[in-house]
């Protein structure tokens, strides 16, 4: 698989319409079913001076690329892959480390709305202001490492979920002719990313029963992305 992943990009990068875009940012995610696990654990140890906080923000960053589908109507796709990671610790009466790590691969549909009703002249990567969509799947892993005076556990617990995103940027800085940095703003939705058996490890095998029905998860994204333009081949 990581093979595939290296030359996929190898195979890209070869491409003379292809743009390198790597992004970086910070997101707000809270998970349902984390968020129940943590209420759980902290009602049932609130002899804990402090309480569990709830691992909701996070750092991200992703490696992709965009083509040119139509510049006239400045049309883009973009596959990419990302990487993101988040966590909450405890160091009281109990000791509690909460690390979440995700990988997103998905594909990225880019339009500019000056160019919606008539064709324009735009770049490499289309008109300054873009909205976008995404979709793809997100592949988590949550590590829980809880310690009290009876035991010491540490269990891993995975999770694969489709996603939609939809978003917003500006191409607001031009470097040379090669360099363009533009701010993003996005919003994502989960489709049932469960993490029940935290409340299980959190709560020594004692089930928590009152998770939301819901199987949506909701984030709140914003970064910064710099995108490298090719020279044309002649």
């Known amino acids: 698989m ?38 759980s654990f902290n009602s049932r140890h609130s002899y804990n001076l402090i309480s569990l906080d709830h691992p909701v ?10 083509f040119a589908l139509s510049k006239k109507r400045s049309l883009y796709l973009a ?31 880019i339009t500019g709305p000056k ?4 064709p324009v002249a735009a770049g ?3 008109t300054r202001v873009f909205l976008f969509v995404e979709a793809g799947v ?12 009876a035991a010491n556990i540490q269990n891993n617990i995975q999770s694969i979920a489709p996603y939609a995103q939809a978003g917003i940027g500006y ?16 919003f994502t939705g989960y489709f049932t990313q469960r993490f029940r058996y935290a409340a299980k490890i959190l709560n020594r095998d004692e089930v928590y029963l009152k998770f939301p029905k819901t199987p949506l998860t ?17």
Request: include cysteine; glycine fraction near 8%; proline fraction near 3%.
């Open 79 to 109: 596959p990419h892959v990302s990487y993101r990671t988040r966590s909450s610790k405890l160091f009281a009466e109990d000791t509690v480390r909460l690390y979440l790590q995700e990988v997103q691969l998905g594909v990225q549909f």
């Open 218 to 234: 909701q984030a709140y994204y914003v970064g910064v992305e710099f995108a490298w333009i090719f020279n044309k081949k002649k």
């Open 115 to 118: 160019a919606w009703f008539s």
């Open 124 to 126: 490499p990567l289309g």
């Open 171 to 186: 191409r607001a800085l031009v470097f040379g002719k090669h360099l363009v940095v533009t701010p993003r703003a996005s």
């Open 2 to 39: 990581k093979s595939f992943f290296v030359s996929f990009f190898i195979l890209l990068s070869c491409s003379a319409s292809a743009q390198l875009l790597f992004e970086g940012g910070g997101f707000y995610q809270d998970t349902p079913d984390i968020s129940a696990s943590v209420d």
């Open 57 to 66: 923000r996070g750092y991200s960053g992703s490696l992709g690329y965009s």
């Open 138 to 149: 997100n592949a988590s892993q949550m590590i829980v490492h809880f310690t009290d005076s």
